[in-house]
T-cell receptor
Framework: AQTVTQSQPEMSVQEAETVTLSCTYD???????LFWYKQPPSRQMILVIR??????QNATENRFSVNFQKAAKSFSLKISDSQLGDAAMYFC?????????????FGTGTRLKVLA | NAGVMQNPRHLVRRRGQEARLRCSPM?????VYWYRQLPEEGLKFMVY????????ESGMPKERFSAEFPKEGPSILRIQQVVRGDSAAYFC?????????????FGPGTRLTVT
């Protein structure tokens, strides 16, 4: 069975600095998708970035980028120029790419605090 | 373009009562997923439905929980005889299809409190 592990329950970053959130996963599949979701206090799940496993190039979205290491099964999120609005829970998620079920498997989350 | 709608946003039930959570997917979406988030935990998959069909219910507790997605109307997650351990946030997500490139869009969640 696939698992997703986020080993940092909480992280802090100074405003305008850079922070990296870690995520590792375990799967025997060769094709899959990985996601980072942001959950602010409103609890709304907001997609931050996604990565297809077959793509070697790391995904980027403005200040957010990932470091995808397929062999190591690692998928970290880097937030540059951190802003107060980035403070939230961040969840890493995995989804198989084969047909059948498309359920997401989430990690336990990392709470990010941004210090002014 | 309305997103995924869930109601109620907050629901309080006494132990032994029934809870009904509703999810209206985005327009044009015919696939619905339900997830549960216990306090201080990540979301855990419960069930995946298409219109009038349950495709994967591997995450559903064996008793007291059921889900449906009728031809007309919202998807319903039903919890009978609620217990304190059912207190959680329940999220619904929808997608237009179940193919590789169709990601799920999440609703705002329903927070269930069992007293």
């Amino acid at each position: 069975a696939q698992t997703v592990t986020q080993s940092q329950p909480e992280m802090s970053v100074q405003e305008a600095e850079t922070v990296t959130l870690s995520c590792t996963y375990d799967t025997s599949e060769s094709d899959y998708y990985l996601f980072w979701y942001k959950q602010p206090p409103s609890r709304q799940m907001i997609l931050v970035i996604r990565q297809e496993a077959y793509k070697q190039q790391n995904a980027t979205e403005n200040r957010f980028s990932v470091n995808f290491q397929k062999a190591a099964k690692s998928f970290s999120l880097k937030i540059s120029d951190s802003q107060l609005g980035d403070a939230a829970m961040y969840f890493c998620a995995y989804r198989r790419a084969t047909s059948g079920t498309y359920k997401y498997i989430f990690g336990t989350g990392t709470r990010l605090k941004v210090l002014a | 373009n309305a997103g995924v709608m869930q109601n109620p946003r907050h629901l309080v039930r006494r132990r032994g009562q029934e809870a009904r959570l509703r999810c209206s997917p985005m327009k044009g979406h015919s696939h619905v997923y339900w997830y549960r988030q216990l306090p201080e935990e990540g979301l855990k998959f419960m069930v995946y439905l298409q219109k009038e069909n349950i495709i994967d219910e591997s995450g559903m507790p064996k008793e007291r929980f059921s889900a449906e997605f009728p031809k007309e109307g919202p998807s319903i997650l039903r919890i009978q005889q609620v217990v304190r351990g059912d207190s959680a946030a329940y999220f619904c997500a929808s997608s237009p299809r179940a193919g590789l490139d169709y990601e799920q869009y999440f609703g705002p969640g329903t927070r269930l409190t069992v007293t």
